[in-house]
């Protein structure tokens, strides 16, 4: 049974930093993929970040503001925000899967945590 339990949300102003954590549980990491996807108000959800074995894959309008990480136990994700403007307000939901490399499709990732919100005004 995989449980993953999102952390680290909040409220910032423009500029702020925020780091998001994501505990998993009940999950192997072979052949696995974490991330982060988000959705704000009457938005479709939408990737930010995904790590797989390593490789990082980005949104574009997060790159070069964002980083994605994995602790050295593979138990843990974390999402480094930098730079947060406005539109980044959102929830924010940890992914995972196995398999399906680095991709931000919502719609092919089968675990999900309960999100946690950020807001940037």
């Known amino acids: 049974h995989v449980q993953l339990v999102e952390s680290g949300g909040g409220s910032v102003q423009p500029g702020g930093s925020l780091r998001l954590s994501c505990d998993a549980s009940?999950?192997?990491?072979?052949?696995?993929?974490m991330g982060w996807f988000r959705q704000a108000p009457g938005k479709e959800r939408e990737g930010v970040a995904i790590?797989?074995?390593?490789?990082?894959s980005y949104a574009d309008s997060v790159k070069g503001r964002f980083t994605i990480s994995q602790d050295s136990a593979r138990n843990t994700v974390y999402l480094q925000m930098y730079s947060l403007k406005p539109e980044d307000t959102a929830m924010y939901y940890c992914?995972?899967?196995?398999?399906?490399?680095?991709?931000?499709?919502?719609?092919?990732?089968?675990?999900w945590g309960q999100g946690t919100q950020v807001t940037v005004s």
């Open positions: 992914a995972a899967d196995y398999g399906l490399g680095t991709s931000l499709v919502a719609n092919e990732y089968n675990y």
């Open positions: 009940g999950y192997t990491y072979s052949s696995n993929c």
């Open positions: 790590i797989s074995s390593g490789t990082t």
